[in-house]
T-cell receptor
Framework: DTGVSQDPRHKITKRGQNVTFRCDPISEHNRLYWYRQTLGQGPEFLTY????????KSRLLSDRFSAERPKGSFSTLEIQRTEQGDSAMYLCASSPQGLAGAEQFFGPGTRLTVL | DAKTTQPPSMDCAEGRAANLPCNHSTISGNEYVYWYRQIHSQGPQYIIHGLKNNETNEMASLIITEDRKSSTLILPHATLRDTAVYYCIVRVAYNNNNDMRFGAGTRLTVKP
């Protein structure tokens, strides 16, 4: 399967712990996005990379959140000092640049539960 | 990006056409209408998008009104596997900042 993959699929952690999620986009896609989705709501944009450059960050991305895409391929999203309000599905998507970039391809998500 | 309004839920009988409406009265001239769907426990899946002309692909048809203030996604022969949340999004395509702004969507339930 050459789609977007995310790891882990599920993560349970205790409040105050740090967690890191990984996203592997479709190989030829140079754009990568992170979204967060809480129960009953649509996904909310968090941040966006073009190659290794982080070009946009939502105000939802507090200081405890950091995302990287060091070589322009896979990306990681780290949450420090997790809070119960961080419990959500974290979705990654990728797209090619330019005219073909209209469609974003989503991964299956990482479901985070903070106890 | 313009906001959209969708009914929170709809039912459809299996084998019948499902018509999902979306209002986007503040859409700008350079904004496209996109539809995605999200089946339970999966990531969103792209369905179709259009600017002003009606569009059709293997999954669905998109009908956009002449004034572009509303649109309808049509699933011509709904199956049980089409049960999902359907999101209508308007945004500028082919832009550097092309994140998706999802609303709450319409939960479509296809019944046997």
């Amino acid at each position: 399967d050459t789609g977007v993959s995310q790891d882990p699929r599920h993560k349970i952690t205790k409040r105050g712990q740090n967690v890191t999620f990984r996203c592997d986009p479709i190989s030829e896609h140079n754009r990568l996005y992170w979204y967060r989705q809480t129960l009953g709501q649509g996904p909310e944009f968090l941040t966006y990379f073009q190659n290794e450059a982080q070009l946009e960050k939502s105000r939802l991305l507090s200081d405890r959140f950091s995302a990287e895409r060091p070589k322009g391929s896979f990306s990681t999203l780290e949450i420090q000092r997790t809070e119960q309000g961080d419990s959500a599905m974290y979705l990654c998507a990728s797209s090619p640049q330019g005219l073909a970039g209209a469609e974003q391809f989503f991964g299956p998500g990482t479901r985070l539960t903070v106890l | 990006d313009a906001k959209t309004t969708q009914p929170p839920s709809m039912d459809c009988a299996e084998g019948r056409a499902a018509n999902l409406p979306c209002n986007h009265s503040t859409i700008s001239g350079n904004e496209y209408v996109y539809w995605y769907r999200q089946i339970h426990s999966q990531g969103p899946q792209y369905i179709i998008h259009g600017l002003k002309n009606n569009e059709t692909n293997e999954m669905a048809s998109l009908i956009i009104t002449e004034d572009r203030k509303s649109s309808t996604l049509i699933l011509p022969h709904a199956t049980l596997r089409d049960t999902a949340v359907y999101y209508c999004i308007v945004r500028v395509a082919y832009n550097n900042n092309n994140d998706m702004r999802f609303g709450a969507g319409t939960r479509l339930t296809v019944k046997p």
